[in-house]
Every structure is written in structure tokens, then in C-alpha cells.
């Protein structure tokens, strides 16, 4: 098990500063925090790298001591051969997915088809896949496709916070899919009133100040026992100026990163 960052620990600093982070950079700032994994999560650049920016990332990350990860969207079988292609170049044992995209919504059924195709290719090179929990699919659906492939390289990645759009309550999630985890998205999340009190948002707040129950989660899923990543994440909303919300994303992958190592991940 490891401590890890996401390029949602960075979203706003690679797509709105006024000079937007790379992936190198992303790499060496996950190193500098204090964290050993860095999951390129939902970055569609990474599919259009060229063989050697491939190989520079592998090789930083490599120096620096950080072992990188993959997210994306979708189980069509091209395109898990190219995240497959994708994860043997950086050296990559975990990729993370979603069931839907905005072009292909499969059936549980069709998922299932889907996914025990491609896991043989995986299992092969070592690869694990991890379906994340959200709100497109409930969570039913989502551990009937894991329990119809019945591969022991095919998981979840829990993110409780994302099924509450769909009236899951996070701890009924987090129960539900504890013995098939094998990724964890850690970010907390709280409902605040809109202005003029007309309805709520549900936004991220820092790390152990919100509705996540952090310690309930990791009694389930057992994460230093069982070897799985913890990954850090933020749902921060704009502040008052880009300037003010890249420090405030800095400030909270930070605080992450410590109360995590705090609370003996």
C-alpha cells in the first residue's frame, strides 16, 4: 500500500494556471510531497504521447521513486489495448476505468463480454483493472460486471463520494464493494448551501473536515493489509481567482498527503 496523487490533485494547475504543469512536473511535485504513486487519471494527452515522451516520464518518475498509474473511461476493446500498450511503456500495473462514455453506455452484460476479452492481456502483463464507483452506474450494476467476470485482475476503485448523486449513501458504497477494491480514491466532500439558500452543492473540502468517514473506510477495505493504493483527489471549486485556487489545491494535497501518513496509511 502506498500514498499516491492524481492529476485531480493538480486539475486546476494543469488546466487553468497561467502556466499549466506537465506531467513531469506533476511527477516531481507528487515526489516532493511526500508521495510514491502518481495516477494519470483522465489526461487524454498521454494517449497522443509519442514513444520517447513516454519514456521520459517512465524514467523520471523511476529516478524519483514514484511508480506511476493509469485512468481513463471505457471498456471497448481497442481502447483497452491501447491503455494496455499504454501501461507496458510506463511500467504500469493498475489502470482504472469507468463502464460509460459519452459515445458507449454498455449493458452489464455487454461490460461483462467486454472485460473478459480484454482481461487475458492484462492478467499477463500483471495488469489489474479497477472499475470506479460513480454516479452514471449504480453500484449493483458495477459489482455485477466485477462478479460476471470473476477475475481476480479486475476490481473497484472506490470513490464514495461520487455514488451520492445518485442517493447512495457513501457508507452503504463502501461496504457493498469492500472485498472487491482494489484502488482507493481518497477525497473528502460536505453539501453547502447555494446562495440564497435555495438548494445545496456538493463540493470537496480538505481531508477529515467533511462527510467522508475515512476511518470507517479503511476498517472495510483493510488497505495497508491488503496492498492497495490510496490516491488523493480534490472536488475544490474556484476561488476568487486562479492564482488563489492553485495555492488552495496545493495547500489541500498537502494536508492529504500528511494526514494520510498521519493516520498510518
Not at 517512465?58 to 499504454?86: F, I, K, M, W
Not at 460509460?100 to 487475458?120: C, D, G, K, Q, Y
Not at 476498517?219 to 490510496?230: H, K, L, S, T
Not at 485556487?245 to 489541500?252: F, H, R, S
Amino acid at each position: 500500500m502506498a500514498i499516491g496523487l492524481s492529476t485531480y490533485s493538480f486539475f486546476w494547475r494543469w488546466t487553468a494556471a497561467q502556466r499549466p504543469l506537465s506531467l513531469t512536473d506533476m511527477v516531481e511535485r507528487t515526489a516532493e510531497a511526500g508521495a510514491t504513486v502518481f495516477q494519470v487519471c483522465d489526461y487524454p494527452p498521454i494517449e497522443e504521447a509519442s514513444d520517447g515522451e513516454l519514456e521520459r516520464l517512465r524514467r523520471r518518475a523511476s529516478a524519483l521513486g514514484v511508480r506511476l498509474e493509469l485512468g481513463t473511461r471505457g471498456v471497448a476493446g481497442p481502447h483497452l489495448a491501447r491503455y494496455l500498450d499504454l501501461a507496458g511503456r510506463l511500467d504500469v500495473a493498475f489502470v482504472r476505468t469507468m463502464l460509460n462514455t459519452a459515445a458507449h453506455r454498455p449493458t452489464v452484460a455487454e461490460a461483462v463480454a467486454l472485460l473478459a476479452a480484454a482481461l487475458p492481456g492484462y492478467a499477463a502483463r500483471g495488469v489489474t483493472i479497477g472499475l470506479e464507483t460513480y454516479e452514471q452506474v449504480a453500484t449493483d450494476d458495477l459489482l455485477a460486471v466485477v462478479r460476471g467476470v470473476d477475475d481476480p485482475h479486475l476490481g473497484v476503485c472506490l470513490d464514495p463520494a461520487n455514488c451520492v448523486a445518485r442517493l447512495e449513501l457513501p457508507a452503504t458504497t463502501v461496504e457493498r464493494t469492500a472485498p472487491y477494491v482494489v484502488n482507493l480514491h481518497v477525497k473528502d466532500f460536505a453539501f453547502t448551501r447555494a446562495p440564497g439558500w435555495v438548494g445545496f452543492s456538493l463540493v470537496g473540502c480538505p481531508l477529515g473536515t467533511g462527510l467522508l468517514d475515512y476511518a470507517a473506510m479503511v476498517a472495510w477495505v483493510r488497505p495497508v493489509e491488503r496492498g492497495i493504493n490510496q490516491i488523493v483527489e480534490h472536488w475544490l471549486p474556484r476561488q476568487d481567482s486562479i492564482e488563489r485556487t492553485c495555492a488552495v489545491e496545493d495547500e489541500w494535497t498537502r494536508h492529504s498527503v500528511e494526514f494520510l501518513r498521519r493516520a498510518g496509511s
